[in-house]
């Protein structure tokens, strides 16, 4: 921000002035003044105290006198202990208002050819059930990660990786062959997703009719699952999958386009999007081929009865399966050959993967193996680990069909932004089109904003009618206020106002507006921040303490109505720019706000 570094240059040159002695900008700590003190910045004079010899009040009144004798920026000062609070005069947040004006994308910074490529995986779905509430948190913190690097300067690939083989697959697969009469999604008027989904649950409830009888007869619970007729029917229709038998891999086929058509229809409403998708029955083969190479270098070895492992005990881990005894590959198998596939596809400087937390030691293992096996960006691979996702209910099972389906959630939080915008009315004088394109601009963005001003780290509670209130901290709420702000925009247009390139910096503003202006300017060190932590609660907490902000000057100053029109255009250059970082902040959660609501 210009006016910290202007104000940092002129703390040094005091130093110097004042006492003789250098010190270099890194040691002046200057930081947002507290909102029980008066002022806008705070410096914390103590490491100055060895340079004055004096005590921490005397030392604070000295720097301050000599800035409002030197700096123009700062137009007066308080000493609170070993803290000096400085006001920062007018004129210069009007100038720094004109910078943010200048900039259509503030605090955006685009990609070069030269810049880092960073691949962020997410949504990583299976082809036996439809995507639900967990896949929504993955999908929309991937994506939004996705947008925050990117903003940062990064070249970004999203990818996903379905998984679309397996014994799960199989059991969908066999309870549509065996109990599924030839239904399709057109003689059903079922999704795709939907329609796998429902056969995935049908298997489970034969299987639970069949291990019960079992158990009944004395075997454990295992037992029964291992005697189980149709786990042994599914197990055997893996191994002709894996044989590559065509009436299975054509069944295998048909049912996965059919889910991938309702996959990608789900995906479409929520507006998250891939560069590349890969698919685990391309990329398990590649795995077992990187890890039989990793076996004839030594970097594994090979039990009596045939096991591939990899040993990381030195590691303060355990030993790590990579081949069953039959020559199988498991899940870490098909992760590295994933990573090689894209390796060879991208010149990749960092790897995302976005998993929740109960994968933590998974990619733990992963990062050292990829290192292992030499790939670049093994060491370095980051697990954008996540909490859980929860209803008020309680958990979600998706083989006793009791998950929450993410198709059946978009569409009630859309039919009640709907209800409510009407009971509101917020609808009033539109077109059926432009009533229909908000309900799902609102409760889509009611849907998004919850998931994601948690902090990722946490397990979360999802509560639908919570996050569609119009008031607090919420997606309609920032929604709405946009929307004002676009109102005003169009109401000073029709009165023939044009928006000046630069305002003049001659006047007095009030404190809230110079306020609403540093807490603007801060946009761009949030998402440089967001983009660190890979955190984009930050954007979505920023973007709500703005609006709140904006709100309350909103309420106490007229904007159009106000005599002054120096001031009545400075207001409207001010709202201006507090709707494109709103518009900014959203678009970077990938939530869209609407001009008219």
Sequence with gaps: MGIEQQITGSVVAGIKALYGAEVDAAQVQLQKTKKEFKGHLTLVVFPF??????????????????????????????????FLNLTVASGCWIGLLNELNAQPHYGIREATADSPLVMVEYSSPNTNKPLHLGHVRNNLLGYSLSQILAA???????TNIVNDRGIHICKSMLAWKKWGEGATPEST????DHLIGDFYVLFSNKLKEETAALEAQGMTKEEAEAASPLMQEAREMLRQWEAGNPEVR????MMNDWVYAGFDETYRLMGVSFDKIYYESDTYLEGKAKVLEGLEKGIFYRREDGSVWADLTKEGLDEKLLLRADGTSVYMTQDIGTAKLRFDDFPINKMIYVVGNEQNYHFQVLSILLD?????????????????VELPEGKMKSREGTVVDADDLMEEMINTARETSQELG????????????IARMVGLGALKYFLLKVDPRKNMTFNP??????NGNTGPFIQYTYARICSVLR??????????AALPTNFEISEKEEGLIQLLANFASVVKEAGDTYSPALIANYTYDLVKEFNQFYHDYSILHEADEQLKTFRLVLSANVAKVVKEGMALLGIEVPERM
């Excluded at 105290?49 to 007066?76: D, M, N, W």
Aim: net charge positive; no cysteine.
């Design 465 to 470: 009618k919570e996050s569609i209130d119009f």
């Design 426 to 437: 917020k609808l009033d004088g539109l077109t059926k089109e432009e009533s229909e394109n």
């Design 372 to 388: 292992k096996l030499g790939f670049a960006f093994g060491k370095g691979l980051v697990h954008f680990s996540y909490g859980m």
């Design 152 to 158: 940062n300067g990064n070249r970004v690939v999203k």
């Design 49 to 82: 105290l060895r340079i004055s010899k004096k005590g921490p009040e005397q030392t604070a009144e000295a720097i301050g006198e000599y800035l409002v004798q030197h700096e123009p920026a700062v137009a007066s000062y308080n000493v609170i202990k070993g």
């Design 491 to 500: 109401k000073a247009a029709e009165q023939g106002i044009s928006l000046p």
């Design 250 to 253: 054509a069944l295998w086929k």
């Design 189 to 192: 008027g079922k999704k795709g």
